[in-house]
Structures are given as structure tokens and as C-alpha cells.
Nanobody
Framework: QVLLVESGGGLVQAGGSLRLSCVAS????????MGWFRQAPGKQRELVAG???????NYAASVKGRFAISRDNAKNTVYLRMNGLKSEDTAVYYC?????????WGQGTQVTVSS
């Protein structure tokens, strides 16, 4: 089992920045990839950014160039740095961990961007 705990969400003005953090605990050696998803009202959950064990990253087109995913393996933590935030980025952001057997999810953290 993997437990994911997120932090860093909040209210920010358009153009501002936030950094989300996700700390993983439990069977962390089973994790092959981690990522951030988001779900806005009336929309499906979408992948925002992902990072694999070899350090490869990928981003949704809507956030590429503005967001950056990174990890600190020693701290079992993944980050999402969000710059140039737009009102369209308003959503609940979820941390996810992928293993061979199962995907795990954090509780979600609200990001609200005011215009």
C-alpha cells in the first residue's frame, strides 16, 4: 500500500505561482511513476504532469512551459511548480502513484486562480 499526502494548494491571483508537494509512504519501492492530475468542475480528470523512475517527464499541452514536475527520491516527494497561473488552472489537484498492481491517489488539494 502507498499513502500519498498532498499540500500547497490555495488561492492565488492570475499570473502567480504555487508549488504543490506530495509525500509518499508505505511500499514506495513498488512505485514506477508519479504524477499530478486535476479535475475542474464539469470536466474529466486529466493528467497534468508525470515523472517516471528514470526521470522522464511529460506534460499536458495546456501547462507545458508553465508547470514543472520534479522529485526528491531521498524524501519520497514529488513537486509540481506552477508558474503563470491562469483561471483555467482552477481545479482540485491530485497526486498519483503508479505501481504494477495498482494506482494510488492523494486526497486532492484545491487550487483556485482568481482573475
Amino acid at each position: 500500500q502507498v499513502l500519498l499526502v498532498e499540500s500547497g494548494g490555495g488561492l492565488v491571483q492570475a499570473g502567480g505561482s504555487l508549488r504543490l508537494s506530495c509525500v509518499a509512504s508505505g511500499s514506495i519501492f513498488s512505485i514506477s511513476a508519479m504524477g499530478w492530475f486535476r479535475q475542474a468542475p464539469g470536466k474529466q480528470r486529466e493528467l497534468v504532469a508525470g515523472i517516471t523512475t528514470d526521470g522522464s517527464t511529460n506534460y499536458a499541452a495546456s501547462v507545458k512551459g508553465r508547470f514543472a514536475i520534479s522529485r526528491d527520491n531521498a524524501k519520497n516527494t514529488v513537486y509540481l511548480r506552477m508558474n503563470g497561473l491562469k483561471s483555467e488552472d482552477t481545479a482540485v489537484y491530485y497526486c498519483s502513484a503508479e505501481s504494477l498492481r495498482e494506482n494510488y491517489w492523494g486526497q486532492g488539494t484545491q487550487v483556485t486562480v482568481s482573475s
